[in-house]
């Protein structure tokens, strides 16, 4: 299971870092990443990594303000993102998959794919 918190109102140029806390799994096992969905559009993979080897991809739609990491000890997951923009705002969810899948590819898998763990999501706005 995972859950995801941290989401909230936040102002433009604001920072917000999300969680996700796992069990019945561990998360440095997986290929795990970060999307976000909007209703009417689809869904896009923001971050994902492979805690085996390393392996990490960012979206381009938000390189440079965002940093994925992996908490093994509390076996968590974080997203930081800063200098939020009101583009930004959306329902931000949290996902594992068995590690042969490449962050890319776990990122990049077409919006119906469905990944084997999957959080309820965060809601997160930007507004002044």
């Known amino acids: 299971q995972l859950v995801e918190s941290g989401g909230g109102l936040v102002q433009p140029g604001g920072s917000l870092r999300l969680s996700c806390a796992a069990s019945?799994?561990?998360?440095?096992?997986?290929?795990v990443g970060w999307f976000r969905q909007v209703p009417g559009k689809e869904r896009e993979g923001i971050s994902c990594?492979?805690?085996?080897?390393?392996?990490?991809n960012y979206a381009d739609s938000m390189k440079g303000r965002i940093t994925i990491s992996v908490d093994t000890a509390k076996n968590t997951m974080y997203l930081q993102i800063d200098n939020l923009k009101p583009d930004d705002s959306a329902v931000y969810h949290c996902?594992?998959?068995?590690?042969?899948?490449?962050?890319?590819?776990?990122?990049?898998?077409?919006?119906?794919?469905?990944?084997?763990?999957w959080g309820q999501g965060t809601q997160v706005t930007v507004s002044s």
């Open positions: 996902a594992a998959e068995p590690p042969l899948i490449t962050p890319k590819a776990m990122c990049g898998a077409r919006s119906t794919y469905e990944y084997d763990y």
């Open positions: 019945g799994l561990t998360l440095d096992e997986y290929t």
């Open positions: 990594i492979r805690s085996s080897d390393g392996d990490t």
